[in-house]
């Protein structure tokens, strides 16, 4: 199986649905001098793109927005094929994207108005406060939303006026690759949006190292996360890190348990188990923890794992070998640790499912806040019971990681409520619903090891691609320099 390997030796890169091993595309690899060209292409391109106006870029961002609409089927196929969701899934995923297109396109304007108009010290001076995009933008992705983290990231830097060079994750080239040709065929200037393909060591690190590109903005893990952002520093580059997560539902005594189970289950064996904001601790406490593990177990073992593309699937396969093999190392190491396995725990290999990559869900019971299983991002279908005695207990082990991407909290106390809403150091916080989701015009993102301070959607996400320009008018006609004497 040619993924997730050493691509960097690869020449092309071989494809195979994680649903059925079937070989579905190849694409090329790039050299690194190659990315160089692709970097020159875009800052050649930005000058032309930048100096459109803003609702020139956004109308072509409509126009790919219908494109979109019109392959959402084709699109689809190609999530459940290559990526391996659930069909639904996929469906939520070009439905957001879509979302993400008109929200920017449609926003632009607003968000690109010059900000704060304000009088100046004297009376004859105005000043404003102007965005300008920052040029050639580096973005690097993950395979796990496959389509609709690029569209996180492009979306608002082409309405800012950026160019783009574009690395997918190499389980999922070709969902890149046809998401550029998307946006091209809606009318982009040749050149504003160029993609390349390649692992990390060789053709990620030419990116982020190129002297053209200005700005990198990486979703990945953690560690790949300190790399760009070493590899960036000679270049002072700005760097926008969507990092990992190890994120927490809270269940206290006073929940509403069917509830909490629905939300669990979707945000812990969602997209198996593969989304940062999945769940992969549930703190509950102890008045409700046997109802709560034993409805969980039964809701798990209800689940019905396949490929994606059947009506009747709820949990799809995960990524590749390699990312099966550390989902059941750490089953492996949460039973060494003394954690109970209450369900799964296994690879799935029977009724064809022996032809892909399934891990069956897998819960863990009277977990311990500091295992291994409670502290480390698995990234995938394994989950870790813990209870504890008191609402104090369980803010304190739901911020005992060092992530602080999503978390969330089932109970019928406001008060409760309002102190985790205050308490928990996470970018994201849920009341009485999972720790998955994001909407286009909020904040997405997270504190401590999640990432450094950025956040993808709404107008945050300008922050990473524009530069903030102060702009001085003076219309008195003559030098001032009593601006000492009057701030005196
Ligand atoms: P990964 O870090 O292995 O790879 C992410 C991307 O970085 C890939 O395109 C990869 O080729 C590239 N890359 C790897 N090393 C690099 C290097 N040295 N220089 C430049 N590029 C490099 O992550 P993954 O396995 O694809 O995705 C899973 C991770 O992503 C998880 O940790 C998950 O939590 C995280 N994630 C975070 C968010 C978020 O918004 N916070 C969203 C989705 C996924």
């Not at 968000?111 to 580096?138: A, D």
């Not at 401590?448 to 300008?462: F, I, P, S, V, Y």
Request: charged residues 25%; hydrophobic residues 40%.
């Amino acid at each position: 199986m040619a993924q997730r390997v050493d691509i960097d030796s690869h020449k092309i890169i071989e494809v195979y649905s994680p649903a059925t091993l079937e070989k579905i595309g190849e694409v090329a690899v790039n050299t690194p001098s190659e990315v160089g060209a692709a970097a020159a292409r875009a800052r050649q391109a930005f000058r032309v793109w930048s100096s459109l106006d803003i609702k020139q870029r956004s109308e072509i961002m409509l126009t790919a927005r219908d494109s979109f609409v019109s392959r959402r089927e084709e699109l689809i196929e190609l999530i459940c094929a290559e990526n391996g969701k659930p069909r639904l899934e996929a469906l939520v995923e070009i439905t957001y994207v879509c979302d993400i297109i008109t929200f920017y396109a449609k926003q632009a304007r607003r968000f690109l108005s010059p900000q704060r108009v304000t009088p100046h010290l004297l009376r004859n001076k105005k000043v404003t406060v102007h965005y300008q995009p920052r040029g050639v933008i580096g973005m690097i992705t993950p395979w796990n939303f496959p389509i609709a983290i690029p569209s996180w990231k492009t979306l608002p830097a082409l309405v800012a006026g950026n160019a783009i060079v574009f690395k997918p994750a190499t389980d999922t080239p070709t969902l890149g690759q046809r998401y550029v040709e998307l946006l091209v065929e809606a009318g982009l200037p040749s050149g504003v949006v160029n993609i390349v393909h390649g692992g990390g060591g060789k053709v990620g690190e030419a990116l982020v190292r190129h002297p053209d590109v200005r700005v990198i903005s990486l979703t990945g893990s953690r560690e790949t996360g300190v790399a760009v952002l070493k590899a960036a520093a000679d270049g002072l580059k700005h760097v926008h890190l969507e990092l990992g997560g190890k994120n927490a539902i809270i269940v206290l005594d006073d929940a509403d348990l069917d509830l909490a189970v629905e939300g669990i289950v979707w945000s812990a064996f969602g997209t198996s188990g593969q989304r940062c904001t999945a769940a992969s601790r549930i703190i509950v406490q102890r008045g409700v923890y046997d109802e709560l593990q034993s409805k969980l177990v039964s809701a798990a073992e209800g689940l019905r794992l396949g490929v994606g593309w059947e009506e009747d699937t709820d949990v799809g396969p995960v990524i590749n070998q390699s990312a099966l093999e550390k989902i059941d190392s750490y089953t492996q190491i949460g039973k060494d640790e003394g954690a109970k396995l209450l369900t799964g725990g296994e690879v799935a290999s029977n009724d064809g499912l022996e032809k892909g990559f399934y891990y069956r869900p897998t819960i863990f019971g009277d977990v311990e806040p500091g295992m291994r299983i409670a502290q480390e991002e698995i990234f995938g279908p394994t989950t870790a019971l813990i209870p504890v005695d008191s609402f104090d207990e369980a803010i304190k082990a739901g911020n005992g990681v060092k992530y602080g991407l999503s978390s969330s909290i089932f109970t019928r106390d406001v008060n409760k409520a309002f102190r985790a809403m205050r308490d928990l150091d996470t970018g994201i916080t849920y009341i009485n619903a999972g720790t998955i989701g994001a909407e286009v015009h909020l904040p997405f993102g997270g504190t401590k090891d999640t990432g450094n301070g950025h956040r993808e959607a709404g107008q945050a996400a300008l922050d990473v691609f524009t530069e903030w320009k102060s702009i001085y008018v003076d219309y008195s006609g003559r030098l001032q320099k009593a601006q000492i004497d009057t701030a005196e």
